[in-house]
């Protein structure tokens, strides 16, 4: 489809604007926005798309088209520096020393460094992910979830969360890594103390709580970095240890490779435990989401894109940041070097310019790939093969194994996580029966 059939397509919808959501007097951080953001996205991307949080001190970049500009110049539009600016914002300088006293070093994300030094890394880290263990990973997985399931299915209910989503994503990241000394409640634990990292709504004393944390992860992640160098398994550790691409291109330097393993231990499991948690959410909460649901439990393709158009309605990642290098024009708005930016995901998978009635649900859309729940550009996600064969996997074994999932509270006493960053239920209690 050109660009001409998405806009007349989008412009079929008689979307109503929501008049009481007005940009002015309101911030991000709002809890009402926080949890139900749509009518503000909208509010965003038709009245001031490059909008000033002063609450933030961040520029929020609402429109798709204006993404896909910060995507397609990542000098311009630093990722490095905007994901160090949100970074434990206000705190960085003191959780750095703490990180150096007692957690064995501050080891900077691997995957938010900017060109031409991210080529150099993303090539070696996608050793890590390569086809041939993509291929051999979904039987695994499928196994996981379908005890993980089995196990509770009989039961009748159960939290979405903490007991299917994320016993699912860490039982096989544990295996996948062969760190079988590490339960479920310890790495939910410093993960959750890593993730408060990018909230934007952090105090001074959560974070040196955090940090005592992150400290007691890091010093885990150093031991068994060493214990893989000196013997290697068959685990994606080993895969990034070993990875080469030529000799003018060393392999991972050990601050690397222990930033790189931290991701994968805390970083992996969470975006897709709540990216699942979502589904079941919507699942939960809306027959004809439920009916398609169920009808997709054998066809892969049908699954795939019942998850992806899931993806788009409720990205898990909903927002990071970046930083101007230089002043530069931003969607009308002249931006000067510096300006901190909170790019929002999930305000363009909602716009309409390009997805035609994007509140709606149809995984049959013809742009369905044009979302943006994965980024774009030369920072488009590491593990996207491995997010969508474990999202359509898990969506399939729970589709097969239970039917009439609804929520067993009002669904008004579902609560957010309080984040800039991501969209995240504090739990999910959900009423269920064995699938005949």
């Known amino acids: 489809m050109n660009s ?49 949080d ?22 311009t539009f630093s990722q490095e520096r905007g994901y160090y600016k949100q970074f434990a914002a206000g705190y960085l300088d003191e959780l750095k020393a703490i990180l150096r006293r007692d957690g064995g070093g501050f080891f900077p994300d691997v995957v938010n460094i900017d060109p031409p030094r991210h080529a150099r890394a993303r090539k070696l880290t996608e050793q890590a992910f390569t086809n041939r263990r993509m291929r051999s990973l979904e039987p695994e997985f499928e196994a996981v979830v379908g005890e993980v399931v089995e196990n509770l299915a009989d039961r009748g209910e159960a939290d979405g969360l903490s007991e299917l989503a994320l016993p699912m994503s860490i039982r096989f990241i544990t295996e996948q890594l062969r760190v079988p000394d590490l339960d479920a409640a310890t790495i939910v634990r410093w993960s959750a103390a890593y993730q408060a990292q990018y909230s934007m ?127 530069v024009e931003l969607g009308g708005r002249l931006l000067p070097e510096d300006a901190h930016l909170l790019v929002l995901y999930a305000s363009a998978n909602d716009d309409e310019s390009v997805f035609r009635c994007p509140r709606d649900f149809d995984m049959d859309r013809r742009n369905l790939g044009k979302h943006m729940s994965f980024g774009s550009g030369s920072h488009l996600c590491l ?8 999202l359509r996997v898990a969506s399939k074994q729970i589709a097969r194994r239970l039917t009439d999932i609804r929520l067993a509270v009002p669904v ?22 064995r699938r005949a």
């Open 201 to 327: 709504m952090q105090s001074r004393e959560q974070m040196l709580a955090n940090a005592a944390q992150i400290c007691e992860l890091q010093n885990y992640v150093i031991a068994l970095v060493k214990r893989r160098q000196a013997e290697r398994g068959e685990d994606m550790l080993s895969d990034l240890i070993d990875a080469r691409i030529d000799d003018d291109n060393p392999a991972l330097s050990f601050e690397e490779l222990v930033a790189t393993a931290r991701t994968m231990l805390i970083g992996a499991h969470e975006s897709i435990s709540t990216a699942l948690t979502n589904i079941l959410f919507r699942v939960a909460t809306d027959p004809a989401i439920a009916a398609r649901f169920h009808a997709s439990a054998d066809d892969d393709l049908r699954m795939g894109r019942f998850v992806e158009e899931l993806l788009r309605l409720d990205p898990p990642v909903r927002a990071l940041s970046r930083m101007t290098t230089r002043e």
């Open 412 to 433: 008004e006493d579902i609560r957010f996580q309080p984040t800039v960053a991501t969209l995240t239920v504090e739990r999910l209690p959900l009423k269920f029966a």
């Open 54 to 75: 002063e609450m933030l001190g961040m520029y929020l970049v609402s429109r798709y088209e204006d993404l896909r500009t910060v995507f397609r110049d990542p000098v």
């Open 383 to 390: 593990g996207l093969s491995l997010a969508r064969m474990e």
């Open 4 to 52: 001409d059939q998405v806009l007349n397509e989008a412009a079929a919808c008689p979307f109503a604007a929501d008049g009481e959501s007005a940009v002015a007097g309101h911030a991000f951080t709002d809890p009402e926005i926080q949890a139900h953001p749509n009518a503000y996205y909208r509010a965003l991307r038709d009245g001031d798309p490059v909008h000033y």
